[in-house]
């Protein structure tokens, strides 16, 4: 499945890896009573920040990640060959890192607890990610920059 204008995107993949975050939250809510925001568990696996989850438990949770994200694409075929543009992509990945930081989370905990909480600092944080991310995109069509190869 394809949509027109995009033709490397892929709706059923997006929408079973949302399934699957959005259950992973609501287990990790009603199981351990957190919200599962991954800035805030990356800070506490560095040990910069106290949240209620153990340090071990923040680095399965961190480690699991990529390696979920392997285990994915490697079944699926889709793993990227390399990446076009490293340092960009690890300048971005700071920026990320510190506007979770300033904006006191990031999508998973704004975009989907606090959504799904009508939290309306949430909501504002979100339309700001929605809004900087079409912008960024764009960005990068216009200048026909690619991170993935």
Same mark, same amino acid.
């Given at each position: 499945?394809? !949509?027109? &204008?995009?033709?490397? =995107?892929?709706?059923? $993949?997006?929408?079973?890896?949302?399934?699957?975050?959005?259950? =992973?939250?609501?287990?990790?809510?009603?199981?351990?009573?957190?919200?599962?925001?991954? /800035? +805030?568990?990356?800070?506490? =696996?560095?040990?910069? +920040?106290?949240? @209620?989850? /153990?340090?071990?438990? $923040?680095?399965?949770?961190?480690? +699991?990640?990529? !390696?979920?994200?392997?285990?994915?694409?490697?079944?699926?075929?889709?793993?990227?060959?390399?990446?076009?543009?490293?340092?960009?992509?690890?300048?971005?990945?700071?920026?990320?890192?510190?506007?979770?930081?300033?904006? /006191?989370?990031?999508? /998973?905990?704004? +975009?989907?607890? &606090?959504?799904?909480? !009508? $939290?309306?600092?949430?909501?504002?944080?979100?339309?700001?990610?929605?809004?900087? @991310?079409?912008?960024?995109?764009?960005?990068?069509?216009?200048?026909?920059?690619?991170?993935?190869?």
């Amino acid at each position: 499945m394809s !949509l027109p &204008g995009f033709p490397e =995107a892929a709706p059923l $993949a997006g929408l079973v890896g949302g399934v699957l975050i959005g259950l =992973a939250a609501a287990l990790m809510l009603l199981g351990n009573g957190r919200i599962a925001g991954v /800035s +805030g568990i990356a800070t506490r =696996a560095a040990g910069l +920040g106290g949240s @209620g989850m /153990s340090r071990g438990e $923040a680095w399965l949770f961190v480690l +699991g990640l990529p !390696l979920g994200a392997l285990v994915v694409g490697v079944v699926t075929g889709g793993l990227p060959s390399h990446f076009a543009a490293p340092v960009p992509l690890a300048i971005a990945g700071l920026i990320v890192g510190v506007g979770t930081r300033l904006g /006191s989370g990031c999508t /998973s905990g704004h +975009g989907v607890c &606090g959504m799904s909480r !009508l $939290a309306p600092r949430s909501l504002l944080a979100t339309a700001i990610f929605m809004a900087t @991310g079409i912008a960024t995109v764009a960005a990068m069509n216009v200048l026909d920059w690619r991170v993935l190869g």
